[in-house]
């Protein structure tokens, strides 16, 4: 287990906290505030029959059946029923850090009082991330109108039926509560909508996503920067003078990390060959990097929200005493801004091939073509593999198209509006999966075009960098099988030693947040 322990109110889980909880296994606890809020909603939940108001999903069915009454007798048998009902989900099975993920968002979800659940299920989820039970959940099932279809086997589970992982063995669910020395829940009012109708699952994929998007901008940065030295570039567009001017908060962190990686380069010395004005893969390469980190922190501006807020319908409220049908699982907002994430990196993608191109070819570069040792006399070096990043590239562009709106209506035409929230942040995890092999591609002709320009002093950051890739993949002498030295550059990016080294050889948390004084 992690060790750590985070402690959930409801009100203040962060990105980072739900990477700790759902990758490096952090234990949780629930704070005693947010457990005087849950008793106080259930407590107005069961003295709710005495009103003989009809409240969705709780005393009538859901979806269209709506206007089908259930009594107190069938609370039970209606809850798991429910439950029964909604896993409909199809493979592929979630991994486990997504399942602990999503436990993580809907337990601090409902420590906010407002779904009316009893205490013993939130106690259940805690219960689940800390002794490692991670019910199987199959991916495909939600539309994006809450993820009823994949959060339902959560709630299977916990009344001890269907399968789970249990310290990393699968098994029945009754045999893993057995061995944990947990009483299933028997369910109540209530209680089975609480559990399945969230969008925690797609929440907790975006959460990761955005974890590893903003590891992947400041690689990105990195590697641009080593770029520039093989390309023997300008770094006038990184002037503070210039950037003050036009200040968006992006370009500026961006432009900031890179002239921090690039402090002691032989780049800052004047150079007669050096051309006026480079390409405009490498002179606007700060801004377009810098449009990825705007969207990435709008993105988390309202993912945020989606973490630290309820989505429930209906929406118990204690302090008024009414229970009230809404449509607070509309999560279009924050699914628009992952597209538009996509978007940026598709442009990231871009402009990280053409780079890559430019690289390659004397025209630009004064280097040997492809940038082979001998000109290309005997060895080939990098003439083919452009193909396998412009096969990458086309992808992301096929990815970057959106499909928030590609939705019919259900239910008995009542659910009538939808964004596929999980397939949109699916597509864009691998856009950025994508983005590690051609990022890799471009660290791997930036280390030979260094190399090939012999005796250049390197930036404190780039340097480091360089030395760490070179200690994956050599220089290429002689023609050999690339597809491997792609792999070991795609298996470095994407474990994120060379930003964690960087980060500590620059100063910590400073890593991509710099700014133009």
């Known amino acids: 287990m992690g060790q750590q322990t985070i402690i959930l109110d409801g009100k203040s889980l962060t990105i980072q906290q739900v990477a700790q909880v759902a990758e490096q296994k952090a234990e949780v606890e629930i704070s005693q505030e947010a457990m005087e809020r849950l008793h106080a909603a259930r407590e107005l939940v069961l003295n709710w029959d005495s009103v003989h108001a009809p409240v969705y999903g709780f005393n009538t069915g859901v979806g269209i059946n709506k206007d089908r009454q259930v009594h107190e007798k069938q609370y039970e048998q209606f809850n798991r029923s429910l439950i029964f009902s909604h896993c409909i989900g199809v493979k592929p099975e979630a991994d486990e850090k997504t399942v602990r993920a999503a436990m993580l968002i809907r337990l601090n979800t409902l420590l906010l009082g407002y779904t009316g659940v009893q205490p013993e299920i939130a106690q259940m989820y805690k219960r689940f991330l800390n002794e490692g039970i991670h019910p199987v959940i199959p991916e495909r099932a939600s539309v994006g109108a809450a993820d009823l279809g994949n959060l339902a086997h959560i709630g299977l589970a916990m009344i001890g039926e269907g399968e789970v992982i249990y310290r990393g063995k699968r098994m029945n669910a009754s045999e893993a509560l057995k061995k944990a020395g947990i009483k299933s829940i028997v369910l109540g009012p209530k209680d089975g909508l609480a559990i399945a109708s969230s969008n925690a699952f797609a929440a907790a994929k975006a959460s990761l996503l955005l974890n590893e998007v903003k590891q992947l901008i400041d690689l990105s940065d990195i590697v641009f920067a080593l770029s520039l030295e093989g390309l023997n570039g300008n770094i006038s567009p990184l002037d503070e003078s210039v950037l003050r001017i036009r200040p968006f908060l992006g370009n500026l962190a961006s432009a900031g990390l890179i002239k921090a990686c690039l402090e002691g380069s032989y780049l800052s010395l004047q150079h007669l060959n050096r051309p006026l004005q480079d390409p405009l893969s490498f002179r606007g390469a700060f801004a377009v990097h810098g449009a990825v980190r705007d969207a990435i922190d709008y993105t988390e501006k309202n993912l945020l929200i989606q973490l630290n807020s309820s989505d429930d319908n209906p929406c118990v409220l204690v302090d008024e005493q009414r229970i009230l049908s809404c449509s ?38 004064g280097l040997p073509r492809f940038l082979s040792p001998d000109n290309g006399q005997n060895v080939l070096a990098f003439s083919t593999i452009q193909k396998t990043f412009a096969a990458l590239d086309a992808e992301i562009r096929h990815l970057s198209n959106p499909i928030n709106a590609d939705f019919i209506a259900l239910s008995g035409e009542i659910e009538d509006h939808a964004n596929n929230s999980v397939q949109v942040v699916d597509k864009t995890a691998k856009i950025v999966d994508n983005l590690y092999y051609i990022l890799g591609i471009e660290a791997m002709h930036a280390a030979q075009a260094i190399d090939l320009r012999k005796d250049i002093s390197l930036g404190h950051g780039t340097e480091l960098a360089y030395k760490m890739i070179r200690q994956e993949v050599p220089f290429l002498d002689a023609d050999r099988n690339l597809s491997v030295d792609i792999e070991k550059m795609y298996k470095l990016l994407k474990s994120g030693e060379i930003c964690r080294a960087v980060r500590d050889k620059l100063g910590g948390n400073l890593l991509g947040r710099y700014e133009v004084s």
């Open 328 to 365: 607070n699982y509309e999560v279009t907002t924050w699914v628009l801004a992952i597209e538009m994430l996509g978007q940026a990196l598709a442009h990231l993608s871009k402009i990280s091939c053409f780079r890559t191109i430019k690289l390659s070819s004397p025209n630009f570069s």
